[in-house]
């Protein structure tokens, strides 16, 4: 299966990470920019309720316990169906936000989607973010259905704290 094609251009490794809003499980809002000062694995998604994504969410989780970084996964899913999957699943460790209202991670960031069943929502895209909020680490899934390199943005986090 080929790579699905996103709207792009993507922030790369040693670029300032762009503005980034979102709404949080809670309703919320936030800005990566609040989060300065620590180390962010950013993970970018279609939807928490479908398998990959379910399953890279709570491999996160799992493998966040003492990390020392702050991991957040965006995707279009609404702020309740954040709240449903992460209670139903004891998410903890993973700030599940939403992009549904501003889209910065669609559009600023490039990672949306732009063609198949699931346009408009967000591609399979991995970033470390430094304590500075520089891009360190970034990993796009060579389809959409492949699990992210969890070593590899965990390696690249871990070599920031």
């Known amino acids: 299966m080929p790579q699905p094609s996103f709207h792009g251009?993507?922030?790369v490794v040693g670029t300032v990470a762009p503005t980034l809003r979102y709404v949080k499980a809670d309703r919320q809002?936030?800005?990566l920019s609040d989060l300065k000062g620590e180390v962010v694995?950013?993970?970018a998604f279609p939807s928490v309720d479908t398998k990959t994504c379910a399953l890279e969410t709570r491999t996160f989780n799992e493998r966040a316990t003492g990390l020392g970084a702050v991991v957040?996964?965006?995707s279009m899913d609404l702020p309740p169906a954040l709240t449903r999957f992460c209670a139903a699943e004891g998410i903890d460790k993973v700030m599940a936000v939403s992009d549904y209202r501003y889209r910065d991670a669609a559009h600023v960031w490039g990672a949306a989607l732009m063609e198949g069943n699931l346009a408009g929502t967000l591609a399979r895209i991995t970033w470390v973010i430094d304590r500075d909020g520089v891009v360190r680490y970034l990993e796009v899934a060579p389809e959409l259905g492949a699990e992210p390199d969890y070593e590899g943005a965990l390696n690249s986090a871990?070599?920031?704290l």
């Open 29 to 31: 809002e936030g800005r």
């Open 41 to 43: 694995v950013l993970i």
């Open 72 to 74: 957040v996964s965006i």
């Open 158 to 160: 871990k070599s920031l």
């Open 9 to 11: 251009p993507l922030p």
